[in-house]
Antibody
Framework: QVQLVQSGAEVKKPGASVKVSCKAS????????MHWVRQAPGQGLEWMGI????????TYAQKCQGRVTMTRDTSTSTVYMELSSLRSDDTAVYYC??????????????WGQGTLVTVSS | DIVMTQSPDSLAVSLGERATINCKSS????????????LAWYQQKPGQPPKLLIN???TRESGVPDRFNGSGSGTDFTLTISSLQAEDVAVYYC?????????FGPGTKVDIK
């Protein structure tokens, strides 16, 4: 069965960087685009960007552009999301979410369990 | 960016009764090439990630109970839970995927009356 397993919670200081991982299993890793979506405490959902695990192409939301980097490692079926210059308003649960496909449909059919990133001095 | 709004913010419905959630987009999300509306619905229970219920405004995902129904077109959409069950207590989000960045509604919380 499809599983997306994310890395554990992080606490970072303002200005630092964080790198969250998402290990996929149960399907062909390179056949589905992967997205990152975040959710601030008690708030709604915000799309951050997309990566094509089959070709490493990425597109980022303008809000995070310049601070976010999404990468993948096909040898371990893992995608990564790194966010730099962290601010307090980056405190959120970060989810990886698989695109339903084929191609980039921007419909999210499987989600990781979420990784809480807390930014605090 | 397309702005998504939802109403009501929350509602409480008796078990077995109908729950209706509305979603409105700031511009049409009707995709002309396939005449389908680029609108999805997700359910999020406390402490869990969202779960895809419906895409293309009315296509239920495999395994989703048939009491969940999506309807609407253009800019106005509705998610109806025909007979509310205890396990349906959650926050429901609509999402447009017509244009990037994809955007979500603010959510509607459904509780038992």
């Amino acid at each position: 069965q499809v599983q997306l397993v994310q890395s554990g919670a992080e606490v970072k200081k303002p200005g630092a960087s964080v790198k969250v991982s998402c290990k996929a299993s149960g399907y062909t890793f390179t056949s589905h685009y992967m997205h990152w979506v975040r959710q601030a405490p008690g708030q709604g959902l915000e799309w951050m960007g997309i990566i094509n695990p089959g070709g490493d192409r990425t597109t980022y939301a303008q809000k995070c552009q310049g601070r976010v980097t999404m990468t993948r490692d096909t040898s371990t079926s893992t995608v990564y999301m790194e966010l730099s210059s962290l601010r307090s308003d980056d405190t959120a649960v970060y989810y990886c979410a698989r695109d339903i496909g084929p191609g980039a449909q921007y419909i999210f059919d499987y989600w990781g369990q979420g990784t809480l990133v807390t930014v605090s001095s | 960016d397309i702005v998504m709004t939802q109403s009501p913010d929350s509602l409480a419905v008796s078990l077995g009764e109908r729950a209706t959630i509305n979603c409105k987009s700031s511009q049409s999300v009707l995709y002309s090439s396939n005449n389908k509306n680029s609108l999805a619905w997700y359910q999020q229970k406390p402490g869990q990630p969202p779960k895809l219920l419906i895409n293309w405004a009315s296509t239920r995902e495999s395994g989703v109970p048939d009491r969940f129904n999506g309807s609407g077109s253009g800019t106005d959409f509705t998610l109806t839970i025909s007979s509310l069950q205890a396990e349906d207590v959650a926050v429901y989000y609509c999402q447009q995927y017509y244009s990037s960045p994809v955007t979500f509604g603010p959510g509607t919380k459904v509780d038992i009356k």
